[in-house]
């Protein structure tokens, strides 16, 4: 199993990263191009023209590895990694329209918030559906730490399970604002699913399988989104990326792990709801110099220190690194 893990790890780092030599350049030629918004900071213009849609490298590395690794986990008819790639993918092509639209038009809004929102609800009940239909999914809530189910109305386990899925494929969107930022934080949610993948045996290799290629995936296309960024993922790859990461926690039947395992992203999320409300309920004020919170500390926070973009890669991935060992330590003897 450690070394189907390890196989699938070591590919995906080589076929992100050697696409990326390729497309990169390709898509800089055929400028598909980001605009930055005029709202972010001032030193963030200079981004203009860098590529997106590069969340393209670790897509197709993911998909190589699931059909390559886990092939034979298909012919013996396990299809989970599937199911969980053919979910995420389906963001991830909500995320390429969106940001095709964003090129074509050479401005920073893509699809209509209405329809994003609509394309990703049917997403996630189509999922939710076809899971708890093939048998992965209860209508019950593990509960972290404590090791209590609880076992809720099944209506209300979709209505729920919607939320969740929908609030982190966006969480993740929204994290995407600093080079390397939603990379970086992603890498460790993925390790912790490979890590559970080794201590929970091998009825979860499949799981682990993509998982792992979702790490090697991550690492290569850092080498191309580390501080400068040559290319951004675009909402191809954030979106592709919140659901890959929902769809995780529900294959393993432990949303609510998310809490615990998803800090960075919703920590990001409440600030930009926060910076909202506040700003509507004030009449103009604000609770952070510019949100979400990334932003914020860019600016000078509440210290006056203003964070660089390494900087804060370095901070928000080692905080994502620290939750997901307490997420770990929360939920791995649940199969023991």
């Not at 201590?199 to 991550?218: D, K, P, Q």
Request: glycine fraction near 10%.
């Amino acid at each position: 199993m450690t070394i189907k893990l390890l196989i699938a790890f070591a590919l995906a780092f080589l076929i992100s990263t050697a696409f990326g030599k390729y497309y990169v350049p390709w898509l800089k030629e055929k400028k598909a191009e980001q605009m930055v918004k005029e709202i972010g900071p001032d030193w963030h213009k200079f981004k203009n023209g860098t590529p997106t849609m590069g969340g393209v490298m670790f897509i197709l590395a993911a998909v190589l590895v699931c059909l390559t690794v886990g092939f034979e986990s298909m012919l013996r008819g396990r299809f989970v990694h599937i199911f969980v790639l053919l979910f995420a993918t389906v963001f991830g092509l909500i995320g390429f329209l969106d940001d095709f639209e964003k090129v074509r038009h050479k401005q920073n809004t893509g699809l209509s918030a209405r329809s994003k929102f609509l394309l990703q609800l049917a997403a996630a009940l189509v999922f939710v559906l076809l899971m708890r239909q093939i048998g992965y999914l209860q209508p019950n809530l593990y509960v972290p730490f404590s090791g209590r189910i609880i076992h809720i109305p099944e209506w209300l386990y979709f209505a729920f399970a919607a939320f969740v899925i929908v609030g982190t494929v966006n969480a993740v969107n929204i994290t995407d604002g600093v080079d390397g930022l939603a990379t970086g934080t992603s890498i460790p949610v993925f390790l912790f699913f490979v890590v559970l993948c080794m201590a929970w045996g091998t009825e979860y290799l499949e799981l682990g399988i993509f998982a792992s290629a979702m790490v090697g995936g991550l690492f290569g296309f850092l080498v191309y989104n580390y501080n400068p960024a040559k290319v951004f993922m675009g909402d191809t790859g954030s979106l592709f990326l919140g659901g890959a990461i929902s769809a995780l926690t529900f294959a393993f039947d432990m949303p609510l792990v998310l809490i615990t395992l998803g800090i960075i992203f919703i920590i990001e999320t409440l600030s930009d709801i926060i910076q909202v409300g506040y700003f509507k309920l004030s009449h103009g004020k604000r609770v952070f110099r510019m949100a979400p919170l990334h932003h914020h500390l860019e600016l000078g926070g509440w210290t006056g220190k203003k964070w660089k973009e390494k900087e804060l890669f370095f901070l928000f991935t080692g905080i994502s690194l620290l939750f997901a060992i307490i997420s770990f330590i929360g939920v791995y003897q649940r199969r023991l």
